[in-house]
């Protein structure tokens, strides 16, 4: 049973940072890629970055040099640092991990960042 729960989203102004919490239950001694991804209003949820179990990362081209994403394996945590922030980044960020044998995915709530302008 996977269950994730998203933290640190808030109001950040243009060119400030934010780092984002996902707090992975059920996923220990299992293969799950992690990743975050973002719906702004009136968009298609979007992938942003992904983690594999080894650390292999993946990031969309919109954040590549900005965000950066890690997992702890020991507290299943997944982590989204973002740095310098801008309006197009404004949206709710999901966590999400999908099990790489079955394909099954799993989502956290939602965490709004919102970057003033």
């Known amino acids: 049973q996977v269950q994730l729960v998203e933290s640190g989203g808030g109001l950040v102004q243009p060119g400030g ?13 299992n293969p799950y890629r992690m990743g975050w991804y973002r719906q702004a209003p009136g968009k298609q949820r979007e992938l942003v970055a992904r983690i594999s179990n080894s650390g292999n990362t993946y990031y969309a081209d919109s954040v590549k040099g900005r ?28 966590c999400n991990a999908q ?16 970057v003033s302008s």
């Open 99 to 114: 099990h790489l044998l079955t394909t099954a995915n799993y989502w956290g709530q939602g965490t709004q960042v919102t």
């Open 67 to 94: 965000f950066t994403i890690s997992r702890n394996n020991i507290n299943n945590m997944v982590y989204l640092q973002m740095d310098s922030l801008n309006s197009e980044d404004t949206a709710v960020y999901y």
């Open 17 to 29: 940072s934010l780092r984002l919490s996902c707090a992975a239950s059920g996923i220990i001694n």
